[in-house]
Each structure stands twice: as C-alpha cells, then as structure tokens.
C-alpha cells in the first residue's frame, strides 16, 4: 500500500468558500472596526468622538472636537503605535507562515521552521543575562537597541546555519529544512535553558516575559526600523504569488512551467526570515499566527495564493490586535503577555483542525 502523505488536502474545506470580492472586504471592515475598539479601549477609555478629534488633528484638519492633551498622549504615543506594530506584526507573521506552508507543501509549517523565532529568543537572552557583564560597551553604544539588535542577530545567524544545512546539490531541500530547523531550535533552546540556569530572578523574569511577547515596544521609532522590513518581505511575497500557486503541484511541474524553482525558493525563504527576524527583535516571540492564520484563510478562501496571501495577511493583523486588545484588559491596568493570549485561541484551533480532519491524516 503507497504511503499516505500528509498534505494541503487535509486541510481544504469542501464547499462554502467566499470568493476573493467579499472575502478580503470583510476582513478589511472587521480590521477597521477592531482597530477603532482598540484604539478607544484601555486603562485610560478615550471615546469615538475624542479619537477622531485627534485623528484628525494629525492631518491638520479641526473640527472642533474638545480633547485633552492627556488623551492626545494616550492615543498618539502610545496607543496608536501600539496597534499600528500589531497590525504589521499579524501581517508579517502570517504572510511568513502562509508562504513556508507553501514553499515546503507542508501545512505544518510556520515562521519557527527556518529557525528565526528561536536564534531571537537565544540572542535576546544572551543580551538579558550577559550584557552586563560582557558587553558593557556595546550596551552604551547602542542603549535600549542592543535587545532587539541582537535578536535580530540571533534570527538571522540561525537562519543562516539552517539555509547551509538544507541546501544540497545547489538547491533547497524542504525536507531537509524542516529537520534542520528542527534541530537549530533544539540548540538554541538548550542554549536559553543554560542562560535560565545562570540567570538571577530579575533576569529570569526578563527572558520569560521577552519569550512570551508584547506590543509594549511599539512606538514610532520601533516603527521606523520595523516597517521597511516587513514591507520590502511583502513586496517579495506577493510578487511570487504565481509562483507559489506553481510550487504546489510540484518542484519538477513548477520548472516545466519556466519557473527557477532555487531562486524563488531563496527570494522566500530570505523575505520571511526578514519579515520575522525584524519583529520578533521588538515584540518577542508571539506563536501560532503564522500557523493559524493561514489555516483559517484557507478554509474561508481556498488555497490559491493570490488570496491566500492577503487574506492570511488581514486574518494574522486581526488575531494580532484582537489578542492584545484582550491582553491590555482582561487584567487592566496590569498587562499579560500577548503570547499567551495567542496560544490560547491557537491551541484549541489547531486540536479542532486536527481532530475533524484525522481521517485525511491517515489516524
């Protein structure tokens, strides 16, 4: 009997799809709406109206609105650039997540995979507990930008072993990928475990809440770094679409087709390690979007990327907002940590994805 391999097929919904026209509308009003609650919700409450007043107010337009400059402080600085990081922060994980998925045919994948999360995580705790002691230099050279720069190393150097580990022959190998990250994110978790038994209680404190992620970084200068690296990944992304449709029937029918199946490879996997890389440097690692959203993209859309990828895009800002909305509020004016709140809806999600699909899975 042939071995049953696992596939997007496992995952498809059988009828009830939206086409692409009503689909990606919604989603944009349900991000409009989700985002004016957000921006109005919090500790300090700051109505429809105030908001709009200030809104406004950046655009040099004056309608009169009475607002405080306590409110314009809240919404403005801290708020806004707040949501504005979790919008891209939903956007850049789940285009991640939808193109690996894509890239590796395997429904299982998501940002961890080329191994960005963890080597984040290995450098942020590098900084936390040695940074002290060992790099006193580089902590007054670069201040409060010397966590997230090395993370962002760390990111980028684990990707590096990964990408050299899958590559065979001269061309990437997805299998090898996932196995190679696989064990990428086992070192580097043994290499956290050995900073966590070093660590005080102050630093150990500092690497958990870091490993579970905030938003609380987002400001207007964080926007600044983050923001061309998550655009210039998305340019990238969308500008393969077809190509990605082509990867789904295969390597070998992608090539038939005129496709340079290497170079798409390494244009992907280099734009999602640069998407992830640069968010996880300043909200720390924040699960299950990549994997989530596009699961939920497509059952609602289907699998074609043409609107897999903005839709996944929208669903990812949309669970991002949504899971630090509840995270400012559900222990106002104390705050949990975003990951958790993620984990929370993902789980579940994902043991209901498995569960109703066992016997496509061959269990």
């Known amino acids: 009997m042939p071995k049953r391999v696992v596939g997007f097929g496992a995952f498809r919904r059988v009828g009830g799809r939206l086409p692409a026209s009503t689909l990606l509308p919604a989603l944009v009003i349900v991000l409009a709406i989700l985002t004016v609650v957000a921006l109005t919700t919090g500790a300090y409450p700051i109505r429809s109206i105030e908001v709009l007043g200030l809104l406004l107010q950046l655009l040099s337009i004056d309608l009169g609105i009475s607002t405080t400059q306590q409110q314009a402080g809240v919404l403005l600085d801290v708020r806004l650039p707040r949501i504005v990081l979790g919008i891209l922060t939903g956007v850049g994980l789940a285009l991640s997540g939808a193109v690996l998925q894509g890239l590796v045919r395997n429904p299982l994948a998501d940002p961890s995979l080329i191994g960005v999360s963890s080597g984040a995580a290995l450098g942020a705790a590098t900084v936390i507990v040695l940074g002290a002691t060992l790099l006193p230099g580089l902590t007054r050279v670069f201040g409060g930008l010397l966590l997230p720069l090395a993370a962002f190393l760390g990111g980028l150097a684990v990707t590096l072993a990964v990408y050299a580990l899958a590559q065979m022959s001269g061309r990437l190998v997805g299998a090898v990928l996932l196995l190679a990250g696989i064990a990428a994110t086992s070192a580097a978790e043994a290499g956290i475990g050995l900073y966590t038994y070093i660590a005080n209680d102050d630093q150990l404190r500092n690497i958990a809440f870091w490993r579970l992620g905030s938003l609380g970084a987002g400001s207007w200068h ?51 390690a640069l998407a992830v890389g640069a968010l996880v440097a300043f909200t720390g690692n924040i699960g299950f979007i990549g994997l989530v959203a596009p699961h939920m993209a497509r059952l609602i859309g289907g699998p074609d990327h043409r609107v897999l990828l903005p839709a996944s895009a929208l669903i990812g800002a949309i669970l991002v907002v949504g899971s630090d909305l509840l995270a400012r509020t559900v222990v106002a004016p104390a705050e949990l940590p975003i990951g958790i709140v993620t984990a929370l809806i993902g789980v579940p999600f994902f043991i209901v994805l498995l569960t109703s699909n066992r016997r496509n899975l061959g269990v």
């Open 222 to 272: 964080t926007l600044a770094l983050v923001t061309p690296c998550v655009v210039i990944a998305a340019i990238v992304m969308f500008s393969l679409v077809k190509a990605l449709n082509a990867l789904t029937l295969g390597e070998v029918a992608a090539s038939h087709l005129g496709m340079s199946v290497v170079r798409v490879k390494n244009m992907l996997i280099w734009a999602a």
